[in-house]
């Protein structure tokens, strides 16, 4: 049986430009497809130490170990339809945080979201949908009739909102998420997904996640990080409308 012991998480800036890097190489097609051997598999038997946690939509086309280019331990990743939140996901996140310290919360959605676009057709035609996908539209509905959309706001401009919206929803609604943001240990970002280009825009981020130029990334831990300012979370990236990709994504 294999160990992970002796690991020990990277910063949020870190954990973040890891994902950024593995996107690169998702979007140029030349993934490094890490962590998938015999070796790891034989690590991972006797537990697990995930860097980052991905709640995204359950779309089939969202797969966030392959847009990323992760391997087996990297993530620990929870879906719904339309990244909705409730207790089950929360609980889930939380357990991620308190159990492996995981140091990033990814809220991931994309473009042409059916769940946002059901949504969207519900407060047009006044018509709900039926049985438990209700429950669904009914908790993306304040995005998509939020104030803060342009006017004749794009579907993907609603799923932008609603993957902010979430994001701030998960600091706000538990305190163990919250208290690990105050305390610099963890961020919470929001990613929207182009499925054409594959690329992974950033939308919010709970902190301010660049690190100097001359960081070196195959030596984390000698470096000096940007200092956290300890304050309630905000959006630190500036929102951006409309089908052209954010300024700060990648």
Aim: hydrophobic share 40%; aromatic share 6%; with cysteine.
């Amino acid at each position: 049986m294999g160990t992970l012991s002796g690991l020990t998480q990277p910063t949020p800036a870190v954990a973040w430009k890891m994902l950024k890097e593995g996107n690169e190489r998702f979007v140029e097609g030349r993934r490094d497809h890490p962590n998938q051997d015999a070796e790891r598999r034989s690590q991972l038997s006797g537990g697990q130490f995930p860097y980052t946690v991905i709640f995204g939509c359950g779309d089939s086309r969202l797969a966030a170990e392959h847009i990323f280019d992760l391997g087996l331990g990297d993530a620990f990743v929870v879906r719904t339809a339309g990244q909705v939140i409730e207790n089950g996901v929360l609980g889930s996140i939380e357990y991620a945080v308190e159990a492996f310290e995981t140091p990033i919360i990814m809220v991931l959605g994309h473009d042409s979201c059916g769940a946002v676009t059901a949504a969207r057709d519900a407060i047009e035609s006044g018509e709900m949908p039926p049985g438990f996908i209700r429950n669904l539209v009914e908790r993306i509905i304040p995005s998509v009739i939020s104030p803060a959309l342009p006017p004749k706001a794009h579907v993907n401009d609603m799923v932008r909102e609603h993957t902010r919206q979430t994001a701030i929803r998960i600091t706000e609604q538990s305190s163990i998420i919250s208290d690990a943001v105050l305390s610099g240990k963890v961020a919470v970002v929001g990613v929207f997904y182009h499925l054409h280009s594959g690329k992974a825009e950033l939308v919010f981020s709970s902190q301010d996640l660049s690190l100097p130029d001359d960081f070196d990334m195959a030596n984390p831990s000698t470096q000096s990080l940007p200092i956290v300012d300890k304050k309630q979370p905000k959006i630190v990236f500036s929102p951006v409308w409309g089908e052209n990709p954010s300024p700060w994504g990648l």
